[in-house]
């Protein structure tokens, strides 16, 4: 017997309008490059399309942070990235502070300076967060709980 799409999408523990990403085996994120910036080098706000493996749009996550940071603190910058469903509803909220270069120390990848990002669904309701690890020669990264877990290990592909 087949239920109407509102109790389908209905699982427990998970983040209403978030019902998707149980179905998906992989997501694309894709920035869209703007124009001016491309020529004049003058960094915007980023805006991204979140897909799915068959390039279909399943959510837009555009980023909210100071001109004035963007251009003086680069990719060190703290951001946030609201990120909505196809209707424009907003389904989550990352978080990012600002982040040193160096710490003011002798570092060798210390762990101050990995990124970290805190994440919100809905909006206003800590979920969890994405800290940087030392990985070697690849980008690792911790999705972790709200009660601080590690839940799953994102790794990249090796530095070249």
């Not at 703007?34 to 279909?56: D, H, K, P």
């Not at 809905?122 to 979920?127: A, N, S, V």
């Amino acid at each position: 017997m087949e239920r109407p799409l509102g109790e389908a999408s209905m699982l427990p523990g998970c983040p209403r309008g978030l019902e998707y990403l149980s179905q998906l085996d992989q997501l694309i994120i894709k920035q869209k490059k703007e124009t001016f910036e491309v020529i004049s080098g003058f960094e915007m706000q980023n805006r991204y399309s979140v897909q799915n493996s068959n390039g279909q749009q399943v959510f837009f996550a555009r980023e909210s942070s100071d001109n004035c940071v963007r251009q003086c603190c680069g990719p060190q910058r703290s951001f946030e990235l609201f990120v909505e469903d196809y209707q424009g509803n907003e389904v989550l909220r990352i978080s990012r502070p600002y982040k040193c270069v160096c710490c003011h120390q002798v570092c060798s990848c210390a762990n101050c300076c990995f990124d970290e990002v805190s994440v919100e669904s809905p909006p206003g309701c800590y979920i969890g967060r994405v800290v940087q690890a030392y990985g070697g020669c690849r980008p690792v990264y911790q999705i972790k709980d709200e009660a601080d877990a590690t839940v799953l290990v994102a790794e990249g592909p090796i530095y070249t």
